[in-house]
Structures are given as C-alpha cells and as structure tokens.
C-alpha cells in the first residue's frame, strides 16, 4: 500500500527519469534555433539589394519586370530587388543619378539629355528595352490629317515634357517640315486625348500604346484617327532603357549583369506568353483592367520591343552607328549644349550572352 511519503518519492523518480532526457535534448534544440537563425542571414549576407525605379506607373509594359521578381528569377542571380512606380523618364534618371534608386527604367534620349547637363555624371544604359521610340502623332481625320504634310497649320496638345514634343524637330526634319510648322497647346497629360475626342485640338503627341488606348476609351472612333508613329516615318531614336548609377557601374558591375540577365529571361517569357505576364502586373495592382493592360503589353512587344534590329541583333542590344545618329539627333532636337560619347552612355558589357536574346519565334 502507497503511502503520501512513498508517492511523492515515487513521482519525484519518474520526474527524475523523464526529464532527464529533456534536458539532454535541450542543447540540440538550441543548436537548431542557432542553424535556423543565422543560415538564411548568412544567406541574406550573399545578396546584393537593388532599388529599381520604372519611369511610371504600373501598366501592361510593367510585366517582364514584375514577372523576374515574382518568379524569383533575381533572387536566382543572387539579387534582392524592389520596384516602385515613377513620376516620367526625366524623374527615373534623376532617382538614379542622385543615388536614390541602383537602377531604373527611362527614356535613353532623357538620359542624354541629363549626361550633356552633367557631363562628370557617368550614368549608363545597360539594356535597351524600347527599341525604338514610342512616340507618335494621333491626329483626327476629320481634322484633314492624313499625312505629316497635312500637319502645316494645325494645333497639336502635349504636355511640355513628352518625348514626342521634344523630339518633334527630328519628326519634321525627316519629313520635309518646317519646326514650326504647328503651334502647340501645352497641356495636362490626364487630359490630353480627352481634349483631342471633344476636338479641341487637331492633333497630339504621346506614346503609341498608351494615347490610342486613351483615346478608344473618349469614345473616338479609331477610323477616324490618322497615327504617325515616329519609328515608322524616319525617326532613329532609341526608346526605353534599363539603366545603371555611378555607384553600380564603379562598385557592383556584375549585379548590373545579373539583374539584366534575370530581366531578360522574363522579357523572352513575356513575349511567349502575353496572357501570363501580365498576370503579375494584376498582382502588384489588383485595380488594373486586365484586358486593357494585355492590350497595352501588345501593342508596346509588337512596335518597339520586336523590330527588325531586335530580330537581328537580339533583345537590349545597340548598334554603335545607330546609336551616335540618335544621339546627334536628341542633341539637335533638345538644342543640348554638348554631345555625349554613345560608347560611354551605353556599356554593352552589361548584356547577356547573345544566344540568350533571340526574339522568340511565335
């Protein structure tokens, strides 16, 4: 028969026995909260982080961007990368060239014209997106546009800033034109196409995809609109670039080579797959129009990312010839005072291996 005594003493031993064993563990579970802990620091320790900047705000264009950080595809090339909105290409270089932003997304001419102001600055493009420029007249047919030489006279609208605008003198030098051939109306880009579909104005500059998708949406009948995309009437400027800060070039070039190979793998994949990419675009921005913006991915992949240079040089790259012709012509339009060195505002060292940016054949 158990006494009180006997039960404690009993009970005293069984706790004896079992947590004996307790406490041999009990170095091992510290040693795997130390593995745990310090593995994905160490880890951490490895990547290299990337603040990257687009020129605007989250659209159709956007995909390939977002598609390599969600797919992991930077984190595969050892990158930590974050992606904010931007204000317009001229705000993208001055994020980058202050150092506020690794690297960002913007118009090569807006970085010639920021590297003939800031001649020290040795701010580069590393990947060039936009083969071409996006910008285009969209004119009403009703207005008596059908040709650039129908422009003589007219009212076209933009905001002082647009590409278009400001690359209107190389427009109406390939053309036969004179620069002031039109008046212009300067106006809020939020309401420019709204200006043109009340018929406000006779005409206006923006980027291709974007302005005839805001003009379908004021209701315009696209019969009615005549579009003179600058590539297709003599233009040579380059458009979109993916580039780089003095810090990441002196310090970090091999981060620059990597995001642009975890980038251009997404572009390749974007291309193939429209309807996916733009799938992460809707993730980052559940507000979006899908459709809209598949529309928008489209129109940007088939005018100016898939071209006959792109076809035969292969994706983000540059022909040298090329690239000192449009950058005499940025100078000439934007009346810049110096002319910068094409070699040095574009580093071909920068792109992944050739076979790695072939157009894909759809």
Do not use: C
């Not at 320790?45 to 659209?59: H, K, P, S, V, Y």
């Not at 934007?334 to 054949?361: H, I």
């Amino acid at each position: 028969m158990f006494t009180a005594s006997s039960l404690s003493l009993y009970s005293g031993r069984l706790s004896a026995s079992l947590s004996t064993p307790l406490r041999a563990l009990r170095p091992l579970a510290a040693a795997a909260l130390t593995i745990a802990l310090t593995v994905p620091a160490a880890l951490a320790q490895g990547m290299t982080n990337i603040n990257f900047t687009l020129d605007w705000r989250i659209e159709g264009p956007s995909a390939p961007f977002l598609m390599a950080l969600e797919r992991g595809y930077f984190e595969e090339e050892g990158l930590r990368v974050s992606i904010d909105s931007g204000n317009g290409s001229a705000g993208a270089v001055t994020r980058v060239a202050t150092g506020a932003y690794d690297m960002g997304f913007a118009d090569f001419n807006a970085l010639v014209e920021h590297v003939a102001a800031n001649p020290d600055d040795s701010l580069q493009a590393v990947y060039m997106v936009y083969n071409s420029i996006p910008a285009a007249v969209f004119a009403a047919k009703s207005s008596g546009i059908e040709t650039p030489a129908d422009l003589v006279g007219k009212t076209l609208g933009s905001p002082v800033f647009d590409g278009g605008r400001k690359a209107w003198p190389s427009f109406a030098a390939a053309n036969g034109l004179e620069v002031d051939a039109v008046s212009w109306e300067s106006v809020d880009p939020a309401i420019r196409e709204t200006l043109m579909a009340q018929g406000r104005l006779d005409g206006i500059t923006g980027f291709y995809f974007t302005s005839l998708l805001n003009l379908e949406a004021r209701g315009m009948d696209m019969d009615d609109v005549t579009v003179m995309l600058y590539a297709d009437f003599g233009v040579p400027l380059y458009g979109n670039a993916i580039i780089a800060s003095n810090g990441m070039m002196r310090d970090n070039p091999d981060a620059v080579a990597a995001f642009n190979r975890a980038f251009n793998r997404a572009l390749v994949e974007t291309i193939e797959d429209p309807a996916t990419a733009i799938t992460y675009v809707k993730q980052r921005d559940g507000l979006i129009d899908e459709e809209l913006e598949l529309r928008r991915l489209n129109l940007a992949l088939e005018s100016v990312v898939i071209t006959d240079d792109t076809r035969r040089d292969g994706l983000g790259s540059v022909t040298m010839e090329r690239l000192e012709t449009a950058i005499d012509e940025a100078v000439s339009s934007f009346g810049l005072s110096m002319t910068p060195v094409a070699a040095e505002l574009f580093n071909m060292d920068m792109l992944p291996e050739r076979a790695s940016r072939e157009v894909p054949a759809l």
